[in-house]
């Protein structure tokens, strides 16, 4: 009995495969019941051998009007090939699920990654009409279904930062406030990138410094960090840490400046009309 307990301890659920995959379980049980993921039967219930599982994922093929050859691995292509400088975005605008599609979109359509905005932002809406791709602890990947070659112009990845946070479907029903916008081109691509980053940010405490970084340099330096970290094979230790906003030095000195204008701006005189009126209402009506 001790040792079958030993080895399912090794297994994973159908929840947990599709935790660990970061799709959701409809998805994960229709590419099982399709014998696309390697899987076996324990007491009639689906299970995940995780060793399978990653090895499935270091597998995946591209299409056959691909040439493999041409594709670069998922598994060890460098982050910062797929996220440049300007595809930061550390302040988003948009307050509503489709308009942070849109303005992710947009970031890669004025870069020329993508050719055909249009296409990508309904794709990309179609997917998360399937099931909401934010996760617990505030952070999404935004993806489509198909991969259509001819419209992404070069895999990329835009990442945007709302301080506020928006619903966007979370299953702890929290704002999510991170979302990773993934153009991969390629399904060889596509899995192994979004396991990696799913990794990276499985650490609140690195969700957390993410969140209070106050420069694109920085976002993307601490991003690039955390994924040679997963390459290498390094799992830190997790820690729960609390979102604390910290605002650069520039930020800090027009804050005291604002509230020094305020405090040494003489009050506004009162207009004789307003005066005038005043002293009506306030004058006793005569019997």
Request: hydrophobic letters at 40%; proline letters at 7%; charged letters at 25%.
């Amino acid at each position: 009995m001790g040792k079958n307990r030993g080895t399912d301890a090794q297994l994973l659920t159908m929840h947990e495969l599709a935790a660990y995959l970061h799709l959701d379980e409809a998805t994960v049980t229709k590419l099982v019941m399709q014998g696309k993921i390697p899987s076996l039967q324990v007491d009639r219930q689906w299970r995940f051998k995780r060793s399978a599982i990653d090895e499935w994922i270091e597998q995946q093929l591209v299409g056959e009007d691909e040439n493999f050859a041409d594709v670069p691995d998922g598994m060890k292509l460098p982050l910062d090939d797929l996220l440049p400088d300007q595809a930061i975005i550390t302040n988003l605008r948009a307050r509503t699920p489709v308009g942070v599609i849109e303005e992710l979109a947009a970031r890669a359509y004025t870069n020329g990654w993508l050719s055909d905005k249009p296409w990508f932002v309904g794709a990309v809406v179609e997917r998360e009409s399937l099931a909401s791709t934010a996760m617990e602890g505030g952070v999404a990947f935004l993806h489509t279904r198909a991969k259509d070659k001819g419209k992404i112009a070069r895999p990329f990845i835009v990442v945007g930062r709302s301080w506020e946070g928006i619903t966007f479907g979370a299953p702890d029903g929290a704002p999510t406030y991170l979302f990773f916008l993934l153009g991969l081109k390629y399904d060889r691509l596509h899995l192994p990138i979004l396991g990696r980053l799913a990794r990276a940010l499985r650490n609140p405490s690195t969700i957390a410094k993410l969140r209070s970084l106050s420069s694109p340099d920085q976002v993307r330096a601490m991003l690039l960090k955390e994924d040679a970290q997963v390459r290498a094979g390094i799992v830190p230790e997790i820690q729960a840490a609390a979102f604390k906003p910290k605002l650069d030095r520039q930020l800090r000195l027009r804050a005291i400046r604002r509230l020094q204008t305020a405090k040494s701006k003489p009050p506004e005189p009162v207009p004789k009309s307003r005066k005038s009126a005043a002293g009506k209402a306030k004058s006793p009506r005569r019997a």
